[in-house]
């Protein structure tokens, strides 16, 4: 739903779709959030996002962010 909501460009409501959670979200919901504020450039929701990510969660999702642009550059 998160990713929904982000790809439609609802980065507000995906964000309290997160906060309300009753579990702590994991790296493949906050990367898409992440994903898509980097698409629709919003900044102010990008860095609410931040705070809710911990060091652990950065790590992976700077593992998949590196290894989607080194497939990318290997197509080329």
């Known amino acids: 739903m998160v990713d929904l909501l982000s790809r439609a460009g609802h980065l507000d409501c995906a ?15 906050l990367g898409a959030l992440l994903s898509a504020c980097i ?12 705070k809710l ?3 652990r969660v950065w790590l992976k ?4 962010f590196t290894s989607s642009w080194q497939d990318k550059n290997q197509l080329k």
């Open 15 to 29: 964000l309290q779709l997160i906060k309300a959670m009753p579990f702590k979200p994991g790296e493949a919901i």
């Open 39 to 50: 698409v629709h450039q919003d900044l102010e929701v990008g860095e609410r996002v931040v």
């Open 53 to 55: 990510v911990s060091s």
């Open 61 to 64: 999702l700077m593992e998949s």
